[in-house]
T-cell receptor
Framework: QQPVQSPQAVILREGEDAVINCSSSKALYSVHWYRQKHGEAPVFLMILLKGGEQKGHEKISASFNEKKQQSSLYLTASQLSYSGTYFC????????????FGQGTRLTINP | DVKVTQSSRYLVKRTGEKVFLECVQDMDHENMFWYRQDPGLGLRLIYF???????EKGDIPEGYSVSREKKERFSLILESASTNQTSMYLC??????????????FGPGTRLTVT
C-alpha cells in the first residue's frame, strides 16, 4: 500500500537540480509532500489535489499526474538547507481514510 | 504556534516491560496518529484515531495498542516490549482528511531502545 519513491538517495552540489518521484499502484486522490531534516520532525511542504496542478514552495515545486498515479517533486538550484529526507504521502480509503507515506528519499546537498 | 509534544525524546526499556508513549496536541485536532520510523522503511502507520475513544489499525498494529480518552491525548502502549520494537516513534495530529489544506503536524519523536 505504501507509495514507492525513487531514487532512495541523492547527493548534489549546491545549485544543482533534483527530481524525486512518487508512484502508487492505487488511484490517487491527492499527494502530500513532507521534508524531515536530520534529528527533527517531518514538516509539511505541500499538498496536490486531483487536476494535474503544479504547486510551489520557495524553489521547490511539484506536479501530480493522477492518470499515471504519480507525483514528482522538483528542487531547483538546491540550497544547503534543502538537505533532508523527503516523504510523499497518499490517502488510502480503507474503512476510514488514512495517509500512507513512502519509504523516503534522502537528499544530501554539499557545498 | 501549533504544537505536538511527546513525553520522552529517549527511552530505554527491558524486554517484556510494558511501555507507554504519550502524545499531546494543543490544536484541538480530531485526528491523531502513531508512526514508526526505521531506516529504509519510511514512516509506517501503527494506529490512528479520528475521535475520542475511536481507533483504527494502521499497517503494523501487531504488538501495539492505543488509548484516546481525551481529544488532546493519544497514547501508544507496548504491552510486552520486544527488541524488534526498538525504533523511532512519531506522533502526529491533523484536522479531518477531507480538508483541502490538510496537513499533519508531527511531534519531535521518541527514540525507544528495548534491550
Amino acid at each position: 500500500q505504501q507509495p514507492v519513491q525513487s531514487p532512495q538517495a541523492v547527493i548534489l552540489r549546491e545549485g544543482e537540480d533534483a527530481v524525486i518521484n512518487c508512484s502508487s499502484s492505487k488511484a490517487l486522490y491527492s499527494v502530500h509532500w513532507y521534508r524531515q531534516k536530520h534529528g527533527e520532525a517531518p514538516v509539511f511542504l505541500m499538498i496536490l489535489l486531483k487536476g494535474g496542478e503544479q504547486k510551489g514552495h520557495e524553489k521547490i515545486s511539484a506536479s501530480f499526474n493522477e492518470k499515471k498515479q504519480q507525483s514528482s517533486l522538483y528542487l531547483t538550484a538546491s540550497q544547503l538547507s534543502y538537505s533532508g529526507t523527503y516523504f510523499c504521502g497518499t490517502i488510502i480509503i480503507q474503512g476510514a481514510q488514512k495517509l500512507v507515506f513512502g519509504q523516503g528519499t534522502r537528499l544530501t546537498i554539499n557545498p | 504556534d501549533v504544537k505536538v509534544t511527546q513525553s520522552s525524546r529517549y527511552l530505554v526499556k527491558r524486554t517484556g516491560e510494558k511501555v507507554f508513549l504519550e502524545c499531546v496536541q494543543d490544536m484541538d485536532h480530531e485526528n491523531m496518529f502513531w508512526y514508526r520510523q526505521d531506516p529504509g522503511l519510511g514512516l509506517r502507520l501503527i494506529y490512528f484515531s479520528y475521535d475520542v475513544k475511536m481507533k483504527e489499525k494502521g499497517d503494523i498494529p501487531e504488538g501495539y495498542s492505543v488509548s484516546r480518552e481525551k481529544k488532546e491525548r493519544f497514547s501508544l502502549i507496548l504491552e510486552s516490549a520486544s527488541t524488534n520494537q526498538t525504533s523511532m516513534y512519531l506522533c502526529a495530529s491533523s484536522l479531518p482528511l477531507d480538508r483541502p489544506t490538510y496537513e499533519q503536524y508531527f511531534g519531535p519523536g521518541t527514540r525507544l531502545t528495548v534491550t
